[in-house]
């Protein structure tokens, strides 16, 4: 039985990628910012899977201490950790940068990019000290250097944890430790419509998009969870959304009728 450590699980894509490892026969270590949130995800999944296989520990990834302790925590628990995967992160509604306040800066990035350098040191270590282990990074919005008006402080995080996620390839080649990344492409989340809050206009636009390319958590995180399990090679990026998949959507979209909102 594996032991999958992830990151921001208690709701969205994370709380998904817990579900789907359970499914798979995983063991699971649930972690969000608060211990109310953390209980209430472990009892939702509890009514579906063994307690044994599910625990469940609060942590802040902006705090270098509560990241350490949740590996400690789980390690113990468990006694060993296969897979790490750096999934917490922030959004925020469309504007433009310079309408970001201080406090909102620090926020995204200190969660994004320095909870995800955290995460990556803190399981690097463990894993190396192991003997074992897989660590993976959560992409998103801008990992490939694409530009959305509106979202550059998130999309700047984003494409900087791609950069962070080749670079540890590199330095953990030769080694035990696989380093990877998960792309699950556009999800109906809250993080995803949150970003159109008070814009009704803009949000009847984009719904038309999202019901073409988006998909439901329950979709995309099985077959990331999948991926993971099956995974011996390092440098690995797991992508839901191809370029492909993209093209054949629009083009059948006049014939294909989704409504993901409904």
């Not at 909870?115 to 074992?132: D, H, I, K, N, P």
């Not at 090679?233 to 409504?259: C, E, I, Q, S």
Request: with cysteine; glycine share 10%; charged share 20%.
């Amino acid at each position: 039985m594996q032991v999958v450590v992830i990151t921001g699980s208690t709701r969205g894509i994370g709380n998904g990628l817990a579900d789907a490892f359970l499914d798979l026969g995983c063991a699971v270590v649930i972690s969000g910012r608060t211990e109310e949130g953390v209980a209430r995800a472990v009892e939702a999944l509890a009514s579906r899977y063994e307690s044994e296989r599910m625990w469940g520990y609060p942590c802040d990834v902006t705090e270098y201490e509560q990241v350490q302790a949740l590996w400690n925590a789980a390690q113990q628990h468990y006694g060993r950790i296969d897979i790490w995967i750096n999934n917490a992160g922030l959004g925020h509604p469309q504007c433009s940068f310079c309408e970001h306040p201080q406090e909102q800066m620090h926020a995204i990035v200190g969660t994004n990019l320095l909870g995800t350098m955290y995460g990556a040191s803190v399981a690097m270590q463990g894993m190396l000290a192991q003997g074992f282990g897989g660590l993976y990074n959560m992409e998103g919005l801008g990992s490939d250097g694409a530009r959305v008006q509106g979202l550059s402080l998130y999309a700047t995080t984003k494409y900087a944890i791609r950069y962070l996620t080749e670079s540890l390839v590199q330095e953990t080649r030769g080694t035990p430790v696989l380093v990877g990344a998960l792309s699950p492409g556009m999800v109906t989340t809250e993080f995803l419509t949150g970003q159109y809050e008070d814009r009704p206009e803009d949000w009847e636009r984009a719904r038309r998009i999202f019901n073409i390319l988006a998909d439901k958590v329950e979709t995309v995180t099985p077959w990331l969870a999948r991926k993971v399990l099956a995974n011996m090679r390092t440098g690995v990026r797991f992508k839901w959304l191809t370029r492909g998949k993209v093209m054949v959507r629009f083009l059948m979209a006049p014939f294909r009728k989704r409504d993901l909102f409904a």
